[in-house]
Nanobody, 115 residues
């Protein structure tokens, strides 16, 4: 069974930075699109950023210019560099990987932006 493991979350002050990492394991298949989503308390899960296997990126308007998604296909890993963090970025961040047209999700990592 495919496994996605996220890391890098934590508590940071407004204006600070964090880098999230998600590694896919237990599969020898090619990974198509990868992405990061987030869910704040009482809200629906929303897209943060996605990246294709070829490196084409897409961002939510709320994070453009502050967040950067990247991936290392050889390591089956996707990253999310988050800069200029705001309290409204507080959420559980989930990694998603599309493998053979099936979406696979990680367990989530908490990001809290607070002074």
């Amino acid at each position: 069974q495919v496994q996605l493991v996220e890391s890098g979350g934590g508590l940071v002050q407004p204006g600070g930075s964090l880098r999230l990492t998600c590694t896919v394991s237990r599969t020898f298949l090619s990974i198509n699109d990868m992405g990061w989503y987030r869910q704040a308390p009482g809200k629906q899960r929303e897209l943060v950023a996605t990246i294709t296997s070829g490196g084409i990126t897409n961002y939510a308007d709320s994070v453009k210019g502050r967040f950067a998604i990247s991936r290392d296909n050889a390591k089956k890993t996707v990253y999310l560099q988050m800069n200029s963090l705001k309290p409204e970025d507080t959420a559980v961040y989930y990694c998603k990987a599309n493998i053979l047209f099936s979406d696979n999700w990680g367990q989530g990592t908490q990001v809290t932006v607070s002074s």
